[in-house]
């Protein structure tokens, strides 16, 4: 099953910003917001999600021959 995966970011009245990766699963919405993060600068407080304890599901998909 392939989940769509996001990236919200949510910019409050007072200019406090939140990132949301939705559709992730593990340590990949880490490396997804990872850039934001590094250009948004100070990290005020960072939440898990039940998702991030879940193992993200990696399709390989290799040819032989040829």
Do not use: W
């Not at 593990?26 to 898990?48: I, P, S």
């Not at 039940?50 to 193992?55: A, D, L």
């Amino acid at each position: 099953m392939n989940t769509k995966r996001t990236i919200e970011i949510i910019v409050s009245p007072i200019g406090e910003v939140s990132i949301d990766a939705v559709g992730f699963k593990g340590a990949d919405c880490q490396k997804a917001t990872a850039f934001l993060e590094e250009a948004l600068g100070v990290v005020g407080n960072k939440t898990k999600k039940p998702e991030f304890h879940q193992v993200a599901q990696k399709n390989h998909h290799q040819t032989l021959g040829g």
